[in-house]
């Protein structure tokens, strides 16, 4: 943000872009930011995750499907009630719908993608 006049006791903002793209599935807008926050307060989870977004050839989102990583500590929870958990909270606060699966390890460089497309065409 810049602020664009401050002579008048009044300023005006000209938005110059965003850190985060929002993503639209089916009319619900939300931000990968906001998905990372409700992945963080799992303790099971590493906090690592691959959103996957599958497309039409329309370009519209489709499907989204979430992988997280889980943490390497032992947990009380088996996967599937972490599973229900984690669909329930993404659903009441983002009210969007994806599935969920696990994994022990991304094979991605420098494990430091969090999220990448899948185009399904």
């Known amino acids: 943000i810049r602020i664009i006049n401050k002579k008048h ?10 850190t985060d793209d929002m993503i639209v599935v089916k ?3 939300f931000f990968p930011e906001q998905l990372r926050s409700i992945i963080s307060e799992f303790k099971e989870l ?9 497309k039409n050839n329309n370009d519209e989102i489709t499907d989204v499907n979430l992988i997280c990583e889980l943490s ?7 996967n599937k009630t972490i599973r229900d958990k984690l669909i329930y909270k993404i659903r ?9 699966n696990f994994t022990y390890k991304f094979d991605l460089v420098g494990n430091k993608l969090k999220l990448i497309n899948f185009i399904k065409g």
């Open 46 to 54: 590493s906090g690592q995750y691959q959103l996957q977004i599958h």
């Open 9 to 18: 006791m009044s300023i005006f903002f000209e938005i110059l872009g965003r």
């Open 92 to 100: 009441n606060e983002l009210t969007v719908s994806m599935d969920v």
């Open 27 to 29: 009319g619900i807008n």
């Open 72 to 78: 390497n500590e032992e947990h009380e929870l088996d």
